[in-house]
């Protein structure tokens, strides 16, 4: 079990998130030749997105959307490094730099690993109710599918946290490129909620799917809470050189 948490961004760890996925082993219905998000060029990812296949769907894109989130900040953080104005936040900026890489990274893995979770609960469903292996994997496939997306979520959560902290403490003639960021960063954050809310019906706990569900839409509620203070800040720029 690979604990991609472990060091990566807090809202992830505080979901407590643990890859239900083996970096050697990959559901017997997963296509040995499919190629990493990180490895698809945009137009190709759109294509596979369109294609009328249960996987890439909607998790995989939250996860590509909030990677390029990611990656507009680290922009942002990179034509703020080394300006004067921001002397005494060069640590901070390093650190939002490296963060953001790490999340970005982390997204792309969770678009995999959502895309493969789906694809393998998907084909176990279309095996008889009563089949052997329906019934030893389908707990296990059900809960990856919720999991999965719940740390999506998390991941965006973080995302936007490093937006906040950037605004006011970076090139303000990069203001859009901060607010577009913060903007799909939430869109990416609603999208892997959804991805959470379709599933949760299917987890045989209630008590457990009531908690989950309260989790989600708090975490929806932070990432809106968020973008929107970005958005606001970006707005009324905050004069820097």
């Not at 605004?167 to 003639?173: D, I, K, L, Q, Y």
């Not at 799909?184 to 954050?189: L, N």
Request: charged fraction near 25%; hydrophobic fraction near 50%; aromatic fraction near 2%.
């Amino acid at each position: 079990m690979i604990e991609i948490a472990r060091d990566h961004p807090r809202a992830v760890a505080a979901v407590g998130y643990d890859s239900p996925m083996s970096e050697t082993d990959t559901p017997a219905d997963a296509h040995a030749d499919t190629k990493s998000l990180a490895e698809l060029p945009m137009a190709t990812l759109a294509e596979a997105l369109a294609a009328k296949s249960p996987a890439p769907g909607g998790g995989a894109a939250a996860c590509a959307a909030c990677a390029v989130a990611a990656g507009l900040a680290g922009m942002v953080v990179a034509y703020s490094l080394g300006k004067k104005r921001f002397a005494e936040q060069q640590a901070s900026l390093e650190s939002a730099r490296e963060h953001l890489a790490r999340a970005a990274t982390l997204l792309m893995k969770l678009g995999d690993e959502d895309a493969a979770a789906y694809e393998h609960l998907n084909a176990l469903q279309k095996l008889p109710e009563g089949d052997a292996r329906r019934r030893a994997e389908e707990p296990a496939a059900v809960l990856a599918c919720i999991d999965i997306p719940r740390a999506s979520l998390a991941a965006c959560i973080d995302v936007l946290r490093v937006c906040e902290s950037l605004a006011g403490a970076s090139n303000e003639h990069l203001r859009s490129d901060l607010a577009g960021a913060a903007a799909i960063a939430d869109g990416a954050a609603r999208a892997a909620a959804w991805n959470v809310r379709i599933n949760l019906p299917m987890h045989p706990d209630a008590d457990r799917r009531s908690v989950l569900l309260h989790e989600m839409e708090g975490l929806v509620v932070d990432a809106q809470t968020i973008a929107e203070r970005v958005d606001a800040a970006c707005r009324e720029g905050w004069g820097s050189a």
